[in-house]
């Protein structure tokens, strides 16, 4: 592992993605002739860009407050669908969905925060995917609404598993005929519940127990299914070690061979 080849790496990551903006600010799959922006793309390429804006990398320009912009455009068009579909106004669309969550979460870090679709998300809860229901959670806790975050981590906590004899827990999407979208990913709902839990319950019993169920489920010793369950895997392990305050350990660990005392181990931050 080097830093300055993570350096390298991000620096690059960041000029392709700046480069692939679409000219009216989101993402798509290409830019340039035919160009079109994508809600989905756009969210997660946004999220990137708070992610690494998170962790003190220079972003170049407006290209992150062009793609919020591009966002928060979606965002409003969606809920006047919603509102269209109350009205009998064509074109319309029924209920607020996973990627209405998706995006509602991505849009609150940056404090943008359309109350309009927060009361929709939230009527529309039971429909949206576990997964789902985690970012929506996260953008709830974000906006400070606990009213609302304690009823929907009470709709999660009824997709539940938990292994008291092997420590475990996980999350299990309802067999909904979703499973090769991207809110169906079972592993990534799971991380994204882990997040959840390690900004509400971080020493609670359920933390740990998914902690160790994801440990226990890498496909390939050292990843999950792709780059981006393993990345998001990694990065809710880091929130649950910080707000567990696993990062600060101060401990004296004894060791004993047939009841005797054979070494004696201090473990701290250092």
Not at 66 to 74: C, E, F, M, N
Not at 223 to 237: G, K, M, P, V
Request: proline share 2%; charged share 25%.
């Amino acid at each position: 592992w080097s830093q300055i080849e993570v350096d390298k790496m991000v620096e690059e990551g960041l000029l392709r993605l700046t480069q692939m903006q679409v000219s009216d600010g989101g993402w798509g799959w290409f830019s340039g002739s035919g160009e079109r922006s994508y809600p989905h793309t756009t969210a997660v390429v946004v999220r990137g860009l708070q992610a690494a804006r998170a962790n003190d990398v220079a972003l170049k320009g407006q290209v992150l407050q062009r793609g919020i912009k591009w966002l928060t455009g979606y965002q409003k068009q969606q809920v006047q669908l919603i509102k269209n579909y109350a009205a009998e106004v064509r074109p319309s669309k029924s209920r607020a969905g996973d990627l209405d969550a998706l995006i509602y979460m991505v849009l609150t870090e940056e404090d943008v925060d359309n109350q309009e679709m927060r009361e929709f998300l939230y009527r529309d809860r039971n429909e949206l995917s576990v997964y789902s229901k985690a970012m929506f959670g996260l953008a709830l806790d974000t906006v400070g609404d606990k009213k609302k975050l304690e009823m929907v981590l009470q709709n999660i906590d009824q997709f539940v598993v938990q292994d008291a004899e092997n420590e475990t827990a996980y999350v299990k999407n309802p067999n909904r005929g979703y499973w090769y979208y991207w809110y169906g990913s079972e592993i990534e709902a799971n991380a994204y519940y882990l997040k959840l839990l390690a900004r509400t319950d971080p020493n609670g019993v359920k933390a740990p127990r998914l902690v160790k169920y994801l440990l226990n489920n890498r496909k390939h010793a050292t990843y999950w299914n792709s780059t981006r369950d393993t990345a998001l895997c990694i990065e809710a392990f880091s929130d649950y070690i910080k707000a567990s305050g696993e990062n600060k350990p101060e401990m004296i660990v004894e060791v004993l061979v047939d009841g005797k005392l054979k070494k004696e181990v201090q473990i701290n931050a250092g």
